[in-house]
């Protein structure tokens, strides 16, 4: 049974914030990684996404892989772009019916399982830590204390999610500048969440969004989603 990794990873998470911010890792030196197969490769990768808490799709472990590994992840004939079928490959050879170290999909995002974490701390202690292209190192204080991965959901299309929120009675409340404590019922249905839904899970629905809109430079809708958390910030603080 898979335990779930409580929020305390022990990584500097301030050196990768959001997806935008992978294209600022330096690739690793091919002498280190030399015989290493591509799957395992793309174990290292998966591991720190999920160390930055960041969603775990295929677009951002081939964007790291590109990064950290560009001679063995880069498009043939054009090495300034990462080759995205490359890494989809060494996720399915990763999964259960294969070598058995990740469980996930495209839609769901991908974890490492036990297994998949010995490799990964196995690469750890060959290859260190990935760094920055300013030479910013990410922390990681021992490869024991990590734990097995838990699945975390993720928002397919960044951009259709912030769609559906703009399509929500509080956001043209918003808009129309009458937005005011009465509306919690409208903060939920945009969150799709209830008063009993745990304060984790809340925060967590609203970091993707925040997260989706950062992504996408909607400056419109990062502001609203700000008025929200100061108008409503009970909902996001644990009773």
């Not at 892989?65 to 399915?92: I, Q």
């Not at 939920?188 to 925040?210: A, C």
Request: glycine share 4%; proline share 5%; net charge positive.
């Amino acid at each position: 049974m898979t335990t779930v990794m409580r929020n305390t990873n022990p990584t500097d998470a301030s050196l990768i914030r959001r997806e935008k911010d992978l294209v600022r890792i330096a690739a690793k030196d091919p002498t280190l990684y030399k015989g290493e197969s591509l799957a395992a490769l793309t174990v290292y990768s998966l591991f720190w996404i999920h160390q930055w808490q960041l969603r775990r799709t295929i677009e951002a472990v081939s964007v790291l892989n590109w990064r950290l590994f560009p001679d063995k992840f880069g498009m043939v004939g054009w090495p300034e772009y990462p080759d995205a079928f490359r890494t989809n490959r060494s996720l399915l050879q990763c999964q259960p019916k294969y070598r058995n170290w990740l469980t996930g999909a495209a839609s769901t995002g991908f974890s490492l399982n036990e297994r998949g974490l010995d490799v990964a701390r196995e690469l750890l202690s060959k290859l260190g830590p990935p760094s920055t292209t300013t030479g910013e190192a990410a922390s990681l204080r021992s490869v024991d204390t990590v734990g097995p991965q838990s699945a975390r959901p993720r928002s397919v299309e960044p951009q259709r999610e912030l769609d559906r929120a703009r399509k929500s009675r509080l956001f043209e409340k918003w808009q129309a500048q009458v937005m005011s404590e009465r509306d919690l019922i409208h903060v939920h249905s945009l969150l799709g969440i209830f008063d009993h839904t745990p304060t984790k899970v809340r925060n967590k629905k609203m970091k993707d969004l925040e997260r989706s809109a950062e992504d996408t430079d909607d400056a419109e809708m990062t502001a609203f989603l700000a008025d929200v958390r100061a108008q409503f910030p009970e909902i996001f603080i644990a009773e």
